[in-house]
């Protein structure tokens, strides 16, 4: 039996949405309706001070400008704290969680950055902390995740087999920081996981936190999703495409063009058009599939000269 797809949208409204976003949008909207599926899409404002309503209402009309429609809308992260602290709790019954004090700092002295994405590892030795001299601690703690000696392997749609072992490339790894502040990682994996979302398409700036949430899946007994992770746009030196780049957000785009212009853009750009013409979401969809995908960075930054 077929699977029937449910993906979702999982903005971060701290700005405008840029066209890298639109890209991963986009490529989440195509294969969830080339199959019939339905589409959730979900606020990722857990840095409250930079997310903002009005932010996300922005985000909300350039989906609709593309053509990009959803067919929920999931609370958004900042409304889920009780759900991300019964997660916690149910790893800290099993003993999978340790309170930790470590500062940035006293990390950086003692440890290799993580290879993937820079972070020192954690040592080990914080675990085994007494009781007495977690009682003497007068700040709260971060909340960790013990890493184990586990080789973590799947297959992503785009980027084939990849695997992680928690301990030596990942290390302990913070589910709640000392400021009670729940981190991507697990909030993530609860809200996929409870909206029943099955296929999860984002940047491949991503795939390094895929083992993490993989193996939280397996711990709190949710079914993971398939993945996949897809290009990043780059300027024309390589360099990945960011809120930084004003001219590629949204709210410029909009001003000179019109919205199967953009769309015919990243389509051709990524290898399901062999010309750029414009072009809707909705018609994309009719042959859209993961084979013609570019696997490579894909350049549109230089298009000021060639737009
Ligand atoms: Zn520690």
Same mark, same amino acid.
């Given at each position: 039996?077929?699977?029937?797809?449910?993906?979702?949208?999982?903005?971060?409204?701290? @700005?405008?949405?840029?066209?890298? #976003?639109?890209?991963?949008?986009?490529?989440?909207? /195509?294969?969830?309706?080339? !199959?019939?599926?339905?589409?959730?899409? !979900?606020?990722?404002?857990?840095?409250?001070?930079?997310?903002?309503?009005?932010?996300?209402?922005?985000? !909300?009309?350039?989906?609709?400008?593309?053509?990009?429609?959803? %067919?929920?809308?999931?609370?958004?992260?900042?409304?889920?704290?009780?759900?991300?602290?019964?997660?916690?709790?149910?790893?800290?019954?099993?003993?999978? *969680?340790?309170?930790?004090?470590?500062?940035?700092?006293?990390?950086? +002295?003692? #440890?290799?950055?993580?290879?993937?994405?820079?972070?020192?590892?954690? =040592?080990?030795?914080?675990?085994?902390?007494?009781?007495?001299?977690?009682?003497?601690?007068?700040?709260? =703690?971060?909340? !960790?995740?013990?890493?184990?000696?586990?080789?973590?392997?799947?297959? %992503?749609?785009? $980027? @084939?087999?990849?695997?992680?072992?928690?301990?030596?490339?990942?290390?302990?790894?913070? +589910?709640?920081?000392?400021?009670?502040?729940?981190?991507?990682?697990?909030?993530?994996?609860?809200?996929?996981?409870?909206? @029943? *979302? #099955?296929?999860?398409?984002?940047? $491949?700036? /991503?795939?390094?936190?895929?083992?993490?949430?993989?193996?939280?899946?397996?711990?709190?007994?949710?079914?993971?999703?398939?993945?996949?992770? *897809?290009?990043?746009?780059?300027?024309?030196?390589?360099?990945?495409?960011?809120?930084?780049?004003?001219?590629? %957000?949204?709210?410029?785009?909009?001003?000179?063009?019109?919205?199967?212009?953009?769309?015919?853009?990243?389509?051709?750009? $990524?290898?399901?058009?062999?010309?750029?013409?414009?072009?809707?979401?909705?018609? +994309?969809?009719? %042959?859209?599939?993961?084979?013609? +995908?570019?696997?490579?960075?894909?350049?549109?930054?230089?298009?000021?000269?060639?737009?």
């Amino acid at each position: 039996m077929k699977e029937y797809p449910i993906g979702r949208f999982a903005p971060t409204p701290s @700005g405008r949405m840029h066209l890298g #976003n639109a890209f991963a949008y986009l490529l989440a909207w /195509l294969s969830v309706r080339s !199959r019939d599926g339905e589409m959730i899409l !979900r606020m990722e404002d857990l840095d409250t001070l930079r997310c903002t309503t009005q932010l996300a209402e922005g985000i !909300r009309e350039d989906l609709r400008w593309l053509g990009l429609l959803w %067919d929920r809308e999931t609370p958004p992260q900042r409304e889920r704290t009780d759900a991300y602290e019964a997660a916690l709790q149910r790893l800290k019954e099993r003993g999978h *969680v340790f309170p930790c004090w470590c500062t940035r700092g006293s990390l950086n +002295l003692v #440890n290799a950055p993580h290879a993937s994405d820079g972070h020192p590892i954690h =040592p080990a030795s914080c675990r085994n902390r007494s009781e007495a001299e977690r009682k003497l601690q007068k700040e709260p =703690p971060a909340w !960790r995740l013990e890493a184990p000696d586990l080789e973590i392997r799947f297959t %992503d749609g785009l $980027c @084939g087999a990849y695997s992680e072992n928690l301990m030596t490339e990942c290390g302990d790894f913070v +589910l709640r920081r000392a400021d009670g502040v729940f981190v991507y990682q697990l909030a993530v994996v609860v809200d996929d996981g409870e909206a @029943g *979302v #099955n296929e999860v398409v984002r940047g $491949c700036d /991503l795939l390094s936190s895929t083992p993490r949430q993989l193996y939280l899946y397996r711990l709190l007994g949710l079914t993971p999703p398939s993945y996949y992770h *897809v290009p990043m746009l780059t300027d024309a030196e390589g360099r990945k495409l960011s809120k930084r780049d004003a001219d590629m %957000d949204l709210g410029q785009l909009r001003k000179t063009m019109r919205p199967e212009q953009v769309i015919g853009r990243l389509a051709f750009r $990524c290898g399901l058009l062999a010309r750029e013409e414009a072009v809707s979401a909705r018609e +994309l969809a009719a %042959d859209f599939s993961w084979q013609k +995908l570019r696997r490579e960075d894909i350049i549109i930054g230089e298009t000021k000269e060639d737009a």
